[in-house]
């Protein structure tokens, strides 16, 4: 979500209930000068766990893990008038760690330097991609493991996926191993489908990670 405003936007009591107050995402204004929060919305309340009242005494150092506010510090120095977007873990009253995008804008309020922020949090996003991302890999290793170990590959397969990680062409290896072109085309073919490589280059880089530089076909 985009935030266009101008600096006397907030300031008009229609505008402050549109862009923020309603907002179904969490929002709040803070000064720019010491990180205290000037205002939240009820969205930042609920999902946040803080009172209005607990909020407006608060920082934006309160809502962050300890071992980040130098991180934070630094970020807020490089703000830039304007848009702004950073990534950030911040820390909820009951003491649980989440993963947010943020997409602030600078603006002034209430006579002070500030910047509107829109938080949201995606935890539950990033989690799924770790997953989905250690399955894939996971399928990967498993489906590459059995190269040369499990025998999805004959003797005589092994032996020319370790030709064509030395780079030798379909014709060199069939002069090499006294065979057919055809022969070899069929053999790296049948390599390709059984173990899912995409391409040559993929077997080739897993036979030299597993078998080194001195591997012979």
Not at 106 to 117: D, I, M, P, S
Request: proline share 2%.
């Amino acid at each position: 979500m985009a935030i266009s405003v101008g600096d006397d936007f907030l300031e008009s009591e229609q505008g402050y209930r549109l862009l923020f107050e309603s907002n179904p995402h969490t929002m709040w204004i803070y000064d720019r000068d010491n990180l205290s929060f000037l205002a939240v919305n009820e969205a930042a309340i609920h999902h946040y766990g803080y009172s209005r009242e607990e909020f407006l005494t608060m920082t934006l150092k309160d809502i962050r893990p300890l071992e980040d506010i130098p991180s934070l510090l630094e970020k807020v120095s490089q703000v830039t008038p304007g848009l702004n977007s950073a990534s950030a873990r911040h820390l909820k009253k009951n003491g649980m760690v989440i993963d947010v995008e943020i997409v602030s804008h600078t603006l002034h309020f209430q006579g002070r330097k500030a910047e509107l922020v829109l938080s949201l949090d995606v935890t539950e996003q990033k989690k799924a991609r770790m997953i989905s991302h250690t399955s894939t890999n996971g399928m990967k290793d498993g489906r590459k493991n059995l190269l040369l170990t499990n025998d999805p590959l004959t003797d005589a397969e092994k032996r020319v996926a370790k030709c064509v990680a030395r780079g030798f062409s379909n014709k060199q290896i069939a002069a090499k191993l006294g065979v057919s072109v055809t022969t070899i085309e069929n053999h790296v073919s049948h390599i390709l489908i059984k173990t899912s490589f995409a391409n040559r280059v993929e077997l080739a880089r897993y036979v030299f990670e597993t078998e080194g530089l001195d591997s012979d076909c």
